[in-house]
């Protein structure tokens, strides 16, 4: 079974509006992080936001929020009043707990978004 | 220089070629990490170096050896590539290779092709 599943391979969204990047997760472990990544055309891959399976609040980072519902085993990306220069490749990421095995990230299959001026 | 570089940025060679690319960390951390980028696939795990030493090797071929001679330093030597080799190769680092909540920065990553 996949550990971490995008299931919108591209997305449209226009510029101004917000977006929510979907990303479902499979762990059995209590303790693990969930991380987004935005690969733009050039390929460095970029962190956005983290989220740990414990922290009691939603992440944000500016116009990045990460909708956390962990009964729900989802970590949805939300962007905030898009902009042109969002258009790119986006990864959810986890990294389960176990202690020998922690710095792992499984990465999602990814979701394309374009942004529409 | 900031963040995590590597070079080439890309790279074209045969399958009889011996190659290296390089990655350097300016942060300070302690681990660090190859990845394949294939196309249409997740990012896949090739190599983790913590404090030099190498504490995983994902069942990646041998044509691909890692070196780590010290912690701001990675390199990944290449021979006899196979055309399915071709992929983007990113480097990361992380403040420790275990634990939560350090995450992972990455390079601009070396697009290799093998022809």
């Known amino acids: 079974a996949q550990k971490i599943t995008q299931t919108q391979p591209g997305m449209f969204v226009q510029e101004k509006e917000a977006v929510t990047l979907d990303c479902t997760y499979d762990?059995?472990?209590?303790?693990?992080?969930l991380f987004w990544y935005k690969q733009p055309s050039s390929g460095e891959m970029i962190f956005l936001i983290y989220?740990?399976?414990?922290?009691?609040q939603n992440a944000t980072e500016g116009r990045y929020s990460l909708n956390f519902q962990k009964a729900r085993k989802s970590a949805n990306l939300v962007i905030s009043a898009s902009q042109l220069g969002d258009s790119a490749m986006y990864f959810c990421?986890?990294?389960?707990?176990?202690?020998?095995?922690?710095?792992?990230?499984?990465f999602g299959s990814g979701t394309r978004l374009l942004v529409r001026p | 220089e900031t963040g995590v570089t590597q070079t080439p940025r890309h790279l074209v060679m045969g399958m009889t070629n011996k190659k290296s690319l390089k990655c350097e960390q300016h942060?300070?951390?302690?681990?660090m990490y190859w990845y394949k980028q294939s196309a249409k696939k997740p990012l896949e795990l090739m190599f983790v170096?913590?404090?030099?030493?190498?504490?995983e090797n994902n069942s990646v071929p041998s044509r691909f050896s890692p070196e780590c001679p010290n912690s701001s330093h990675l390199f990944l030597h290449l021979h006899t590539l196979q055309p399915e080799d071709s992929a983007l190769y990113l480097c990361?680092?992380?403040?420790?290779?275990?634990?939560?909540?350090?995450?992972?920065?990455f390079g601009p990553g070396t697009r290799l092709t093998v022809t």
């Open positions: 990361a680092s992380s403040h420790s290779a275990t634990g939560e909540g350090y995450e992972q920065y």
């Open positions: 762990t059995s472990d209590p303790s693990y992080g």
């Open positions: 989220q740990g399976s414990y922290d009691q």
């Open positions: 990421a986890m990294r389960e707990g176990t202690e020998d095995s922690s710095y792992k990230l499984i």
């Open positions: 942060l300070g951390h302690n681990a």
């Open positions: 170096y913590s404090l030099e030493e190498r504490v």
